[in-house]
């Protein structure tokens, strides 16, 4: 079986993209709970375990996805800088959107006059750092975009074994200071950068193989690969937790295999090739989603609706879901304004 990306079988990436937006919604919100090992209740923490880890390839698989979408094809340097504009608008929008408010929430909540040397300096140092813990992504994109010129030339020159050999030596970097220099602060950047340049190749890698069996045989073991990995990540989680009597926050070498399997399912089986005008809406608006559902799940927990609310069973995936609808409703929204597309999409 040889399949490749073309119009005609690309439906894949946009359902793969939706069902990606929606697992980190439902990531985030698990993590209220699931990072607060040890001042929740056993039960209620291991839910929120079992939800958070569901779905941890969908930052991967969004690497993976520009990856197969982008490189192998020569680019004029406009059509560079039109790519990259299309990342940084909508970005510095929602940026100073997340800033806009915590101003307020300094202002209001804690009674503090506000002059405007104040304003500039706090807006300054939030864009540099992030204006919301879940932009450190958009940072890493970009920085991966301004060396996509090189990698991209590179992926041009070279062949599949040279590529592989470049995935494998990300990962084993990844792996290396995962296991002996995790808690050195620099070195988790290059920790960080070494796992998803391994993710940009590995998706341009893996729809240029040919695969020999048939479909079933690809569904078993994506599915035996996939269920491993979540108990993996979720017992790493457990362990980790239980240590540091905290939740800590980084990627795990599990998440790797959990995003290929993910991956090479909805490009191998033609029914995750089925257009549903659900996914793509959501796949049309994936990149606006990803950067205001911080902010409205913040803004949905003001009406009492959270992780916390009732039962985690229940409570985690129903603000999941009125987490991404209020999302899609805003962007829709602002798309049918003069110049909204350019910040929503």
Not at 259 to 267: D, E, P, Q, R
Not at 312 to 338: A, N
Request: with cysteine; glycine share 4%.
């Amino acid at each position: 079986m040889k399949k490749s990306v073309n119009k005609n079988n690309i439906i894949w990436i946009d359902n793969l993209r939706a069902v990606s937006a929606i697992g980190i919604i439902l990531l985030h919100v698990a993590a209220r709970m699931s990072h607060h090992y040890g001042s929740v209740p056993n039960k209620s923490w291991w839910i929120s375990n079992f939800y958070i880890n569901i779905a941890r390839f969908g930052v991967p698989v969004f690497v993976m996805m520009t990856g197969l979408l982008s490189l192998g094809k020569q680019y004029t340097f406009k059509h560079f800088t039109k790519k990259l504009s299309r990342i940084l608008i909508p970005f510095l929008f929602w940026s100073l959107i997340y800033i806009f408010f915590k101003i307020l929430g300094i202002h209001y909540k804690d009674h503090v006059d506000l002059g405007f040397r104040f304003v500039i300096d706090y807006t300054y140092l939030e864009l540099v750092s992030g204006a919301s813990y879940h932009m450190w992504y958009i940072y890493m994109i970009i920085r991966i975009y301004l060396l996509y010129p090189i990698i991209n030339q590179w992926i041009l020159d070279s062949n599949p074994k040279q590529q592989l050999y470049f995935i494998v030596v990300c990962f084993l970097i990844f792996l290396i200071f995962y296991t002996f220099f995790s808690t050195v602060y620099l070195v988790n950047y290059i920790k960080l950068y070494s796992e998803f340049l391994g993710y940009l190749v590995l998706g341009y890698y893996l729809v240029r193989r040919k695969y020999e069996y048939n479909v079933k045989y690809y569904v078993y073991v994506c599915l035996i690969i996939y269920l491993l990995s979540y108990l993996g990540i979720c017992f790493d989680t457990y362990l980790t937790s239980k240590m540091n009597n905290f939740y800590i926050e980084q990627y795990k070498p599990w998440d790797l295999f959990q995003a290929i399997s993910v991956f090479l399912l909805f490009f191998l089986v033609p029914i995750f090739n089925k257009k549903s005008k659900i996914l793509s809406f959501i796949s049309e608006y994936s990149y606006g989603i990803y950067l205001i559902h911080v902010l409205v799940m913040a803004l949905v927990e003001q009406f009492g609706l959270s992780a916390y609310s009732f039962n985690p069973l229940f409570s985690i995936p129903i603000t999941t879901l009125c987490t991404l609808l209020i999302s899609i409703i805003i962007l829709y929204t602002l798309d049918k304004i003069p110049l909204g597309k350019y910040i929503v999409k």
